[in-house]
């Protein structure tokens, strides 16, 4: 999955921010396949479970089930159709959630190769805001943050100063 581009900085911004908010050995609900990030919540003590891979447009059983104190969704929602339905189904009172933020300079990814490896969304802040605003959820805490890439060029220069990432902490409201 990471061949060659383990993404360091991401991890670290994500593991920082989670951990301020959520200490372990919170039981967490993780969208998506085991991954290394899912690996390192669990040797900081979080108690993780992933999706097994099911379409979460078309299965949302997992996202029903109770006994989380909260879901990850690091790097999901941009690869799904629709999201709205999905973030309404959820069960747990705590989200954390990523996403890449659309970029000026680059078009949306789209893997020739993989149907999985796609990119549906390429969000700005105000649509996830908005998103998670109108399916129940308040955003307590949110941060932004750079990608840079050792390469040499424009984009790169690009990826120095222009936030890549946004990730969000939020809680379901009270109905």
Same mark, same amino acid.
């Given at each position: 999955?990471?061949?060659?581009?383990?993404?360091?900085?991401?991890?670290?911004?994500?593991?920082?921010?989670?951990?301020?908010?959520?200490?372990?050995?919170?039981?967490?609900?993780?969208?998506?396949?085991?991954?290394?990030?899912?690996?390192?919540?669990?040797?900081?003590?979080?108690?993780?479970?992933?999706?097994?891979?099911?379409?979460?447009?078309?299965?949302?059983?997992?996202?029903?089930?109770?006994?989380?104190?909260?879901? +990850?969704?690091?790097? !999901?929602?941009?690869? @799904?159709?629709?999201?709205?339905? $999905?973030? *309404?189904?959820?069960?747990?009172?705590? =989200?954390?959630?990523?996403?890449?933020?659309?970029?000026?300079?680059?078009?949306?990814?789209?893997?020739?190769?993989?149907?999985?490896?796609?990119?549906?969304?390429?969000?700005?802040?105000?649509?996830?805001?908005?998103?998670?605003?109108? +399916?129940?959820?308040? !955003?307590?805490?949110? @941060?932004?943050?750079?990608?840079? $890439?050792? *390469?040499?060029?424009?984009?790169?220069? =690009?990826?120095?100063?222009?936030?890549?990432?946004?990730?969000?902490?939020?809680?379901?409201?009270?109905?």
């Amino acid at each position: 999955m990471y061949e060659g581009s383990y993404p360091s900085k991401r991890f670290k911004e994500t593991l920082d921010f989670l951990t301020e908010i959520l200490q372990p050995p919170a039981k967490i609900l993780d969208l998506g396949v085991s991954n290394p990030f899912s690996d390192i919540m669990q040797k900081q003590g979080y108690t993780v479970t992933n999706t097994t891979g099911e379409d979460l447009d078309e299965s949302r059983e997992a996202l029903t089930q109770s006994g989380y104190d909260a879901v +990850t969704a690091f790097e !999901i929602f941009e690869h @799904i159709l629709n999201p709205y339905e $999905v973030l *309404k189904s959820i069960k747990a009172d705590k =989200l954390f959630i990523s996403v890449p933020l659309r970029l000026w300079f680059s078009a949306a990814y789209q893997s020739k190769t993989d149907p999985w490896d796609r990119h549906y969304h390429e969000f700005e802040d105000w649509q996830l805001d908005w998103i998670l605003e109108k +399916t129940g959820w308040n !955003i307590k805490k949110r @941060i932004k943050f750079t990608h840079p $890439v050792k *390469k040499f060029g424009v984009r790169p220069l =690009l990826r120095l100063v222009t936030p890549r990432y946004y990730l969000i902490y939020a809680e379901r409201n009270a109905s």
